[in-house]
């Protein structure tokens, strides 16, 4: 590791200019590009104290050994440069996005005497007028069988050309008009050429005109009874009209535009790309990458806009690109856009209308993209066995943990606070073994002190099933006895000679037994403890089934925590873990330094998944405690008065305030109440404290329940 003193250039030799910067390693290998406006402010920041550095920062300056700049006239010069040198270098500490696929292309070779329309991959070629890409090839291939009715446009090899000009006979397509045969002479080149043009002036969403064109002419041949030419000019329109049906209409302005999105978790993000040419949705691609440097969403956007738009020149580059985050030199990234289309291009974060709904719909592919790269593992059975080693080696553990449960704590500012229980088996979520807690034994907010009621109230059903099945025996630590005390109790060390004592809260009966009376080992668990409230059916219940691995969103605290729950229960074969967010750390109790795994590992990508669906499940069950909250209504404690009966009072009086000051008799006069029912309702209301009325902060009016408030 070396230490960045040893490498820094004095201030007065960095000059304050915009430019380029290079960190090398002690091999002279470049690990880092970047950029910067001002040389000297950007490259004096990599040289503070390592302590307030990012983690990733602090790792690529202590692996450089030597610094070096390029100085340029203008930030779009920089930012040139910038992608030049990360293409160049590769650099292992810059942000790549690495596609796993070439993308075809549409492409029609304008540069050729005869234009021909054929799949592309690969670097683009001069002269050649291209639509994409596209997600399969397949696609294309679809598209153009249904336009060549209509553009019946060369779309054989240069072999197969030559050989049917050669021959006189042109191939399938030339018998079955879907080519117009230039090769034998049918059409001369510029007839050939301008199908070609009208084929790429559709393509490129100038649609309305060919279609009225072929209406129009339609008609006119049914006007003169020329009835197979209507229908096949009839067949043309509707092959044109599934052509466009293929892509629908997303922007109603015909626009081309780019719309980029982004997902990220602390180590990696994934990139989706939609392009749409003339208000249709002609192509998505995406990627996904490792975060290996310091980076927000805004550079992470930059990256993109750097590889996505490095190679393109002309039309490639659309004239709105609508992101999720501005870059931070926006203004250079816009410019250097505008010089690679060669007129200007709008740099945007779209507000409103059907640009931020397609964004939001860019955003959902870009997270199902992250989501699916993280558990494309889970289908291979040698994948998780591999994923549940690596977390034993790591965590010390003497086998692989086949039971995961992961707890974490849900609130918004203190209220409503819920935690959930996520079961992984083999690596495979268990849904029907998820949990839902209430935090019940405090007010506040206060996670690290919920985490150890959770774990605690989740262990104590534990085992109290296995003294119900006769498989625990109290021990010192559970029964809260000393080591002393114990050992003065009758039968302490071996079995009980007699029957059992009385304890209600554990179900067991007998008579009372001589002597000390030892503290109650299992205090009864609230009926919230277990949300599977049925009756004992001789199967185990769901909390008799104890995991190899307890892992807690969280750090040291919690860890601490869930360590300190089961210390006081006695439970010493249950390993515990907890992964936190910021560096997906994974912190063991009593040890001060974290467990790193490196990002590639199976494992880590395993408690990454168990800890997510730990968190979705707790906010999930937080979101709707919450919103049945603020819907709650004082008629919901009346027992057996359902939503319809409710509606009906409301409807009938108006108002919770009406109804409130309603006589029984009143009551009573709403169809489905009976007189047990209104006294109920009466009495529920009279207990009830009335809301407080709501102030319209435009006006300061008090507005009345009589205006629709039901609460």
Not at 30 to 39: D, E, F, S, T
Not at 57 to 69: D, G, Y
Not at 435 to 447: L, M, S, V
Request: charged residues 30%; hydrophobic residues 35%.
């Amino acid at each position: 590791m070396a230490d960045p003193s040893s490498y820094r250039p004095s201030p007065g030799q960095i000059p304050d200019s915009p430019g380029v910067y290079k960190f090398r390693d002690e091999h002279r290998r470049v690990i880092y590009v970047g950029k910067a406006k001002n040389l000297r402010q950007r490259v004096a920041n990599y040289f503070q104290d390592l302590a307030n550095l990012h983690p990733r920062t602090r790792s690529m300056v202590t692996t450089a050994a030597s610094v070096e700049w390029t100085v340029v006239s203008t930030e779009v010069e920089a930012l040139q440069l910038e992608y030049t040198w990360i293409k160049e270098f590769d650099p292992r500490f810059n942000v790549k996005y690495r596609d796993d696929k070439s993308y075809p292309y549409l492409a029609v070779t304008l540069n050729e005497e005869f234009p021909r329309v054929q799949v592309m991959r690969g670097a683009k070629k001069k002269g050649v007028r291209y639509f994409g890409p596209y997600g399969h090839a397949w696609a294309i291939r679809e598209t153009v069988d249904l336009m060549l009715r209509v553009f019946p446009v060369r779309t054989c090899s240069a072999g197969v050309f030559k050989n049917a000009a050669r021959t006189g006979r042109p191939c399938l397509l030339g018998y079955i008009d879907k080519c117009s045969a230039p090769c034998v002479g049918r059409v001369t080149p510029e007839e050939h050429r301008e199908l070609a043009e009208d084929f790429c002036d559709f393509m490129a969403g100038r649609t309305g005109t060919y279609i009225r064109r072929l209406e129009k002419d339609m008609m006119q041949a049914a006007e003169e009874m020329e009835y197979e030419r209507a229908a096949r000019l009839r067949d043309d329109a509707g092959a044109l009209k599934r052509a466009m049906e293929k892509s629908a209409v997303v922007l109603a302005d015909a626009t081309d535009a780019d719309l980029i999105a982004v997902a990220e978790d602390e180590l990696e993000a994934a990139l989706q790309i939609f392009h749409v040419r003339g208000g249709r949705v002609r192509g998505q691609r995406g990627w996904v990458t490792d975060k290996v440097e310091a980076v927000d969403t805004s550079g992470l956007v930059e990256h993109a806009l750097q590889q996505l738009y490095g190679e393109e020149r002309g039309d490639a580059v659309p004239k709105e690109v609508l992101v999720p985050a501005l870059p931070e030199d926006t203004e250079a990234v816009s410019q250097w856009l505008a010089e690679r289309r060669g007129s200007q291009v709008s740099l945007r974060i779209p507000q409103r209308g059907d640009k931020k709904d397609l964004m939001a719909t860019v955003q959902r592919n870009a997270q199902q993209a992250l989501g699916l790269h993280k558990t494309k593992r889970a289908s291979d059975l040698t994948t998780r066995s591999r994923a549940l080693e690596e977390i034993a080696e790591a965590l010390g553990l003497d086998t692989a943990p086949l039971r995961i449960e992961c707890y974490d704590i849900s609130h918004l500012q203190g209220d409503d606070v819920v935690a959930s229980m996520v079961v992984f088996e083999d690596g495979l979520a268990r849904k029907s073994e998820y949990r839902r807690f209430q935090i019940k034994g405090f007010e506040g907010q206060d996670d690290v002190r919920s985490m150890h009621e959770v774990i605690g109230r989740r262990f104590k059903r534990y085992l109290q099933e296995k003294e119900r099945t006769g498989e625990w025996e109290q021990t010192p630590q559970a029964t809260g006895e000393t080591p002393e005390a114990a050992a003065a109790l009758p039968g302490a060390g071996s079995a009980p000679n007699g029957p059992a004592p009385t304890d209600p809260t554990l179900g067991i009966t007998g008579p009372a037994p001589t002597g000390p009376v030892p503290a109650p080992a299992l205090p009864a668990a609230s009926p919230a403890d277990e949300i599977d409230p049925r009756e004992d059916d001789g199967r185990p219940k769901r909390f008799a089934y104890p995991p190899q691995l307890v892992v807690v969103d969280g750090g040291q605290p919690q860890v601490a925590a869930a360590q300190r729950a089961l210390d006081e229960l006695g439970i010493d074969d249950i390993a515990v873990c907890g992964l936190a967010k910021r560096l997906e750390e994974v912190w063991l109790p009593d040890d001060d330094d974290p467990v790193v795994l490196p990002r590639s590992s199976e494992g880590l990508y395993l408690l990454q998944r168990v800890r997510d669906e730990a968190h979705r499940f707790a906010i999930t069950y937080q979101r709707a405690k919450r919103a049945k909250r603020i819907r709650s209504s004082p008629l919901d404690d009346v027992t057996g008065l359902g939503e319809t009966r409710k509606q009906a009072l409301i409807k009938h009086f108006g108002s919770v305030k009406k109804l409130r000051q309603a006589t029984i008799e009143e009551i009573c006069e709403v169809p489905g109440i009976g007189r047990r029912t209104a006294e109920a309702v009466a009495a529920a209301l009279a207990s009830a404290a009335p809301a407080t009325p709501a102030v319209n902060t435009a006006t300061g009016e008090i507005m009345d329940e009589d205006d629709g408030g039901t609460s």
